[in-house]
């Protein structure tokens, strides 16, 4: 069954380091998105993903991150100069169609921990 | 905004049925997702309601009043690889943005 991949499973860097956090989604998915999850606090929506644009994102998606498919494969997500609050679980997810309701299949996250 | 209200913590037993109730208010509703996710893991899709009413899928159901602003998840004959939390996702459109609420972490004992 075809899945989306994360990696590394876990980073650990120095504040104001920058940081890529990369992942696969599934093949024939066209839309992707970011979500991050702080120890014991819900899931929160960063960004969404289609046709190489960003389609929406949150307000925690300043200017310190940003987003990039480089090739057919890979989407990654960037933090410039991380800082302490951004130790959290990232999460990519990606689905087949974005103008209606569809599941949403996640990777396993990427534990993200600022020293 | 959005505002999404389910209890924090429940306890069941195995072979039993659980409801975990979710209130919300959003500014834009569309369908309401639940999804599952245990310790450490990502979120995984266990349902989504679009209409009025209850939707079944093996031991799970969802139910959803959009008058009320409210849903339930089902979860009949427990077993205990139930234990995790279950979050409430109300969707209101766009690109697929899904609001997550804290969720309900469910132990289910022997």
């Known amino acids: 069954e075809p899945e989306v991949t994360q990696t590394p499973s876990h980073q650990v860097t120095q504040m104001g380091q920058e940081v890529i956090l990369r992942c696969v989604p599934i093949?024939?998915?066209?839309?992707f998105y970011w979500y991050r999850q702080i120890l014991g606090q819900k899931v929160e929506f960063l960004v969404s993903f289609y046709n190489n644009e960003i389609s929406e994102k949150s307000e925690i998606f300043d200017d310190q991150f940003s987003v990039e498919r480089p090739d057919g494969s890979n989407f990654t997500l960037k933090i410039r100069s991380t800082k302490l609050e951004d130790s959290a679980m990232y999460f990519c997810?990606?689905?087949?169609?974005?103008?209606?309701?569809?599941?949403?299949?996640f990777g396993p996250g990427t534990r993200l921990t600022v020293l | 905004g959005q505002n999404i209200d389910q209890p924090t913590e429940m306890t069941a037993t195995e072979g039993a049925i659980v409801q975990i109730n979710c209130t919300y208010q959003?500014?834009?509703?569309?369908?309401l997702f639940w999804y599952q996710q245990h310790a450490g893991e990502a979120p995984t899709f266990l349902s989504y309601?679009?209409?009025?009413g209850l939707e079944e899928k093996g031991r799970f159901s969802s139910f959803l009043s959009r008058s009320k602003g409210y849903s339930y998840l089902l979860l009949k004959e427990l077993q205990m690889k139930d234990s995790a939390s279950y979050l409430c996702a109300p969707y209101s459109g766009g690109y697929q943005k899904v609001t997550f609420g804290i969720g309900t972490k469910l132990q289910v004992i022997p």
């Open positions: 997810a990606s689905s087949t169609s974005g103008g209606v309701a569809d599941e949403q299949f």
């Open positions: 093949s024939n998915h066209l839309y």
């Open positions: 309601n679009v209409l009025d």
């Open positions: 959003t500014s834009g509703f569309n369908g």
